[in-house]
């Protein structure tokens, strides 16, 4: 592993911290608890092995936290999904009611009837105009 830094340095790019096998991180959680592994003490003895351990601990912690929010993503796409199909049956209805109020709006308007002036009395005695 360590024979070829190029290979080493481009596993660790491409490690896929979202599908760590739980036995992995049951294997390592022991050695993360060791109060030696951690940034400061690894430091004193080694740069490299200062970062790697650094790299280990925020690749278990970003794990863990992934699996709990994993599933609200998923959550979060179902309901998406849901408000565009529902956006786009919106539009489809918005659409077909504005060519409605379009055909109202183009049809000639109707006088509105006379009043008989027999009833011209009433109307005034309703305040009807």
Known sequence: MMNNPGAF???IMTFDANNIPEEALKLVQPIIDQPFFNFAVMKGKSTAAAFLTNWVVNI???NK???KVAPLMAKVAAATETKEKAEASLAIVMAQ??????KVGRRPR???RRVSPLLWPKLRRWRIR
């Open 9 to 11: 340095l481009e596993e």
């Open 60 to 62: 278990v912690t970003y």
């Open 65 to 67: 936290i992934y699996k």
């Open 97 to 102: 009611v504005k060519a409605v109020e379009d």
């Open 110 to 112: 109707r006088r509105p």
